[in-house]
Nanobody, 120 residues
């Protein structure tokens, strides 16, 4: 069982930045960690959960159109984290952000979510 713990959410003014981090809380070996597809999703009130950014095990990155050019997904292989740097934040970025891991067996694991609020 893979457990994911997100951190870094909070309240920020429009135009500001936040960095979210998702730690894989399990003593996994590096090769296993590198085999994961990892992503960030978000869910705003009364809306469906949507993909924000994905980082495939091979290194390919994909971003939602709404965040492309403003957000950057990365992974820290030493710390066993997947991070989301969010710049030029807008009120419409307000949501609960979740990280997800997809392992090589096709199993999905989700974090508990972290709230991001963009407001003046």
């Amino acid at each position: 069982q893979v457990q994911l713990v997100e951190s870094g959410g909070g309240l920020v003014q429009p135009g500001g930045s936040l960095r979210l981090s998702c730690k894989v809380s399990r003593n996994i070996i590096l090769s296993t960690f590198l085999s994961y597809d990892m992503g960030w999703y978000r869910q705003a009130p009364e809306k469906q959960r949507e993909l924000v950014a994905n980082l495939a095990s091979g290194g390919t990155r994909n971003y939602a159109d709404a965040v492309n050019g403003r957000f950057t997904i990365s992974r820290d292989n030493v710390k066993r984290t997947v991070d989301l740097q969010m710049n030029s934040l807008k009120p419409e970025d307000t949501a609960v952000y979740y990280c997800k891991v997809l392992d090589r067996s096709g199993r999905e694991f989700w974090g508990q979510g972290t709230q991001v609020t963009v407001s003046s």
